[in-house]
């Protein structure tokens, strides 16, 4: 039996940032691998080692039983405390144990990709412990792993796929939860539009529009005088909506037209990963 169609373009997506990790890290020495990342309390070892974690959690391994030391000033929630688990295993682990299991991971998890027969609306356990339906979780294992290959390549500036599959796929799930962010997080009023102008290697545009009674909805269309427009690049859309920069840290990279106290409630709460 051949893989759904509507989950292979999931799995393309984590297959092409797997191994764009794993030739990022390859090369390492010991040192570089305790450079940090952009993530609080996270080094290059420590994203790699999240990574592992998540995949082999996907794979069916059991969890590691391991005691988180008391003094780690990053971990401030239960879920991060899960998360966390994974990573501080590994603390300790050399670059060559880093490498090895990482190869191994990649070798077991695909090979489970290639012979996946379930259909999309399966039900499985993601990482994060919640059921979800197959082509869900298949959906956020290629954006999580493509926004750690972007933090990767951040900390050793090896710049790149900032338009590849997995970029693609981080871009159709955070333009869809655009229209709640606008609505719930920032109250933007009834009969308000606000634009989003992104440039940069993944060029769009989207309107999310709010009607009378408070609903929003989102459409590729121009809209006619909105009440605000945001214009930024890609990379500045992704890292503040994944969360991994502050808005007031790139404030001269985003051009705002229209109502200011909006637009600030919106990027104040643009952030819509744990």
């Not at 890290?25 to 994203?47: F, I």
């Not at 391994?61 to 401030?76: A, G, Q, W």
């Not at 989102?218 to 969360?243: E, K, N, R």
Request: charged letters at 25%.
């Amino acid at each position: 039996m051949t893989v759904h169609p509507s989950l292979q373009s999931s799995i393309d997506a984590w297959t092409h940032s797997i191994e764009a990790i794993t030739e990022l890290v390859t090369p390492l020495v010991e040192g570089e691998w305790n450079k940090a990342t952009c993530l609080p309390g996270w080094s290059v070892r420590d994203v790699v080692s999240h990574v592992i974690g998540l995949e082999c959690e996907m794979l069916g391994d059991p969890r590691p039983i391991h005691t988180l030391p008391r003094d780690l000033y990053h971990v401030r929630s239960e879920s991060a405390r899960r998360m966390e688990v994974q990573v501080d295993v590994r603390r300790h682990h050399t670059a060559p144990e880093m490498l090895s299991e990482l190869e191994y991971t990649v070798i077991r998890r695909s090979r489970q990709l290639r012979n996946e027969s379930r259909q999309p609306d399966a039900v499985v356990r993601s990482p994060l412990g919640e059921d979800r339906s197959l082509e869900f979780v298949l959906q956020q294992r290629a954006f999580d792993v493509w926004a750690h290959e972007q933090d990767l390549r951040r900390a050793l500036d090896k710049p790149g796929n900032l338009d590849s599959p997995g970029a693609q796929i981080t871009r159709d799930l955070l333009v869809k939860v655009l229209p709640g962010v606008v609505a719930k997080r920032a109250q933007a009023p009834a009969d308000s539009a606000v634009v989003f102008d992104v440039s940069g290697p993944l060029e769009f545009l989207r309107t999310v529009r709010i009607d009378a009674e408070g609903n929003a909805t989102i459409d590729g269309s121009v809209s006619l005088g909105p009440t605000v427009t945001l214009a930024l690049d890609w990379d500045t859309f992704h890292q503040l909506a994944c969360g991994r920069v502050r808005p007031a840290a790139v404030a001269d990279q985003i051009k705002i037209d229209g109502d200011r106290e909006l637009a600030d409630a919106i990027l104040t709460n643009f952030a819509v990963t744990p």
